[in-house]
């Protein structure tokens, strides 16, 4: 309407000048010539606007097709974004669900393996103490040397021989104490479990079993919420037990706990590194699926 408004303006302040003009009896061939062309300028004027109408209303339909088009496309991807991140969340946490099954069974394994450990000790004790009783009743059936009823030739008959010396005070047993320690572990019995791995750790420095027994001191902390402490006991794992099975969990957990402490870059470097130095472990795959989720590329640019 406004753009008819704007034609037809001009055209009739024309035409009305150009009738007042003139006297109202000077009726003349030029006078009929002069409204013959303003007629036809009006009708091209209309004509004109027609077109335009008629082209602006496509234009309009076509603008309208193309926001519609952009709309769904906007809905389609926002449904598509949604999608994704509720996969990427379910996978996130069948994932974290998998992982702490799978350390549930790390953790049955060395329990069995301490187990078996004991057993074969048990059953070495057990041979040792048949081949004693095999060598004295050897030596108690052999004739005795001198004559009936005295004693041997060079035995002093135990008269004036000292008293053995008492044993000193030893270390707990290894496989009992990290075993208890595993058990008061897994039933949340966190005291009991930190005081055994610590003997552990105390008694046995140097055994395969103290990195075990470090790292489930930094799964103590991490539990209790204690991060900072978590992450001291995986770096002794990492430092001092490098060639411990527990380092790849050791140095995952470390992440997963810098992450706990909102120290995101550092995090997202330690599961890099991981993934880098222990690429076929089931702990990589756990920190692929976590920088996933976290919107990181896995190897910085």
């Keep these: 309407m406004k753009t008819n408004a704007r034609f037809r ?78 996969q990427s969340e379910s996978s996130s946490g069948k994932l974290d669900a998998v992982s702490g099954q799978v350390q549930s069974l790390n953790d049955s394994l060395d329990e069995l393996k ?70 008061d572990y897994n039933a949340a019995h966190y005291d009991l479990a930190l005081s055994e791995f610590n003997d552990v750790l105390h008694y046995y420095p140097q055994e395969d079993l103290a990195g075990n027994a470090q790292f489930y001191l ?3 902390a991490y539990k209790q919420q204690k991060y900072k402490e978590a992450i001291k006991a995986y770096n002794q794992v990492l430092e001092d037990f490098s060639g411990n099975p527990k380092a790849p969990a050791a140095q995952l957990r470390k992440g997963y706990a810098l992450l706990q402490l909102n120290q995101k870059e550092s995090g ?28 990181v590329r896995i190897s910085p640019r």
């Design 9 to 86: 303006f001009p055209a009739l302040l024309l035409a009305v000048l150009l009738m007042t003009s003139l006297p109202a009896h000077a009726v003349s061939k030029e006078m009929v010539e002069l409204q013959t062309q303003v007629q036809q300028l009006l009708d091209m004027v209309q004509r004109l606007q027609s077109t335009v109408d008629s082209r602006f209303g496509v234009v309009q339909h076509l603008v309208e097709q193309s926001t519609d088009s952009v709309n769904q496309m906007n809905s389609t991807v926002s449904a598509m974004q949604k999608k994704i991140d509720a």
């Design 114 to 183: 301490s187990r078996i450990s004991k057993l074969d000790k048990q059953l070495q004790d057990i041979q040792s103490q048949l081949q004693n009783v095999q060598a004295q009743a050897t030596a108690g059936a052999a004739p005795a040397s001198g004559q009936p009823g005295q004693p041997a030739a060079g035995s002093d008959a135990g008269a004036g021989a000292p008293m053995a010396a008492q044993p000193a005070q030893q270390a707990p047993p290894l496989q009992d104490t990290y075993q208890s320690g595993l058990r």
């Design 218 to 220: 930094g799964e103590i």
């Design 268 to 295: 997202v470097h330690e599961l890099r590194s991981l993934i880098q130095r222990y690429p076929q472990t089931p702990e990589a795959l756990q920190a692929r699926s976590k920088l996933n989720a976290l919107g």
